[in-house]
């Protein structure tokens, strides 16, 4: 849940000096000055945290008073790594593209030589974070969360790994990529004995404080409630804070941008029981273009796993983003200089026809998600579905036909001799029978691997009709399309 008054915009961070007060907690802080009053920084000279402020990728700093000044202090170049983490919980199988400024923030921590943790809540999602929520989440069963748990470990792996191998590249005399590691907090909360965590964290968190939030308070003043399950959910991520700070030094926890009451529970509980300063920060939520936050919730996630949504969907996703957004997405979503992402909008305003920016984000994205061979696999099914590409079609498995064109009847069929367009187009149930169907054919109603066919006797012929991978692409009229494999070749 956001609480922009205690927390701190991070928009002037490029002109930071290093003060080290903070403010005690329940007193909010002085607003921020804007970046135009503060003194500027050179790009080369900026730390982390100015230089994704300015990419516009780390929102808010918690706590308020001094601590962005702190926090660049401490991020910057040359000085020790610190650790940072950010929380996903497994409320499904897959996490999705409103994640991924999360995930692109400890990449960036770890861009610059610090440490990362991914922590999936094992745990806490058997309890359900209350942010921004109206109602209680259904439950879930102990099993489903547990493979919800793995699959999220395996996908955020991935990213870290096809981060790694295609996406960075050290500069000279620059740091090298800081270490990564996928925690479930199941491993320390799943142990952890209810009276001893009461006695221990709870003792030094403050009911008033929780109850100040204001997803809190509108959450107790409707019908339904709040359950005591949801209620302790901020503590219980508070703990996850504790626990890292305790065991891998962990001083910074990421969150989107409704995580900031969560963000200022772990603060008030590592900082009561450490003493040590210890910070949040926030990235920016995505929505679709009605203002709706993207996810499983709302029904309208773009999944990371392709499963769930193919390279192919995914890749469509960003390249279809409007001109007014894909600048920002291109700063959110991707590791490209900032010089490069302006020359690439300085070429689109003289060129927007070849959408480069779309296709670029589209590009950097799916490599990110899928990898090489998922880049190119939605590039494969482009140039097939929108290019009539027949040497696309043929370099294509089974697996993208599949997810290219899901609703798509399939059908086995053996090549007969003089088998004709019209044979085939009964045989796969494609047309009717009688006049009506062949006059289908005779009306250009029906191509085969984009080539239309008018002669419904045309005979079929290898290498044209039937691709060289033993598939035909049938499609009648506009939409409905047929995939034939053919058998005994």
Request: aromatic share 4%; proline share 4%; net charge negative.
């Given at each position: 849940m956001a609480a922009p008054a205690l927390g701190r915009r991070c928009g002037g961070a490029a002109g930071l000096r290093g003060g080290l007060r903070r403010a005690p907690l329940p007193a909010p802080p002085p607003a921020p000055r804007p970046l135009h009053e503060r003194a500027p920084r050179s790009r080369s000279s900026a730390g982390l945290l100015a230089a994704q402020c300015e990419r516009g990728l780390f929102q808010e700093v918690f706590p308020g008073q001094g601590a962005e000044e702190q926090l660049a202090a401490l991020l910057e170049p040359g000085r020790p790594p610190v650790t940072a983490y950010c929380g996903f919980d497994p409320t499904a199988d897959s996490l999705h593209v409103g994640h991924l400024p999360a995930v692109a923030a400890l990449l960036h921590f770890q861009r610059a030589g610090h440490n990362v943790v991914a922590v999936v809540g094992g745990a806490t999602a058997r309890?359900?974070?209350p942010s921004g929520r109206?109602?209680?989440?259904?439950?879930v069963a102990a099993g489903r969360v547990r493979a919800h748990a793995r699959a999220l470990r395996l996908c955020l792996w991935r990213l870290f790994e096809n981060h790694r191998r295609l996406l960075w590249a050290p500069g000279p005399g620059g740091p090298g990529l800081g270490r990564a590691e996928v925690l479930d907090n199941a491993r320390w909360l799943g142990r952890q004995p209810l009276l001893g965590f009461l006695c221990g964290a709870g003792g030094r968190l403050r009911m008033g404080t929780l109850l100040s939030r204001q997803g809190c308070r509108e959450r107790l003043r409707s019908a339904e409630g709040?359950?005591?399950?949801e209620f302790v959910y901020p503590a219980l991520q508070a703990y996850d804070f504790l626990h890292l700070h305790r065991r891998r030094g962990c001083r910074i926890q990421l969150g989107g941008a409704d995580q900031m009451g969560n963000?200022?529970?772990?603060?008030e509980l590592v900082t009561k029981m450490t003493g040590t300063d210890v910070f949040g920060i926030t990235v920016p939520l995505i929505t679709s273009t009605t203002?709706?936050?993207l996810g499983k919730t709302a029904g309208n996630a773009v999944w990371l796993n392709r499963d769930k949504t193919s390279p192919f969907e995914l890749y469509q996703f960003f390249v279809r983003q409007q001109d007014d957004i894909v600048e920002k997405y291109l700063k959110l979503f991707t590791f490209l200089p900032l010089e490069e992402i302006a020359h690439i909008m300085e070429m689109h305003a003289k060129e927007p026809e070849k959408w480069g920016p779309q296709k670029r984000l589209a590009a950097e994205v799916t490599k990110l998600v899928h990898g090489t061979e998922g880049l190119e696999s939605a590039k494969r099914c482009t140039r097939a579905l929108y290019y009539s590409s027949v040497e696309a079609l043929e370099a294509m498995s089974d697996q993208e036909l599949q997810e290219l064109f899901k609703q798509a009847p399939s059908a086995e069929l053996v090549l007969e001799p003089?088998?004709?367009?019209?044979?085939l187009c009964r045989k796969a149930n494609a047309i009717q029978d009688g006049p009506s169907g062949y006059q289908k054919i005779t009306d250009g109603g029906v191509s085969v691997n984009g080539i239309r066919v008018t002669n419904p006797e045309t005979v079929l012929i290898l290498g044209q009709h039937i691709l060289k991978n033993g598939v035909s692409l049938l499609r009648v009229g506009k939409k409905n399309y047929y995939i034939i494999k053919w058998l005994q070749l």
């Open positions: 309890l359900g974070d109206l109602r209680a989440r259904e439950p709040m359950s005591l399950a963000i200022m529970s772990g603060y203002g709706d936050k003089g088998m004709s367009v019209l044979d």
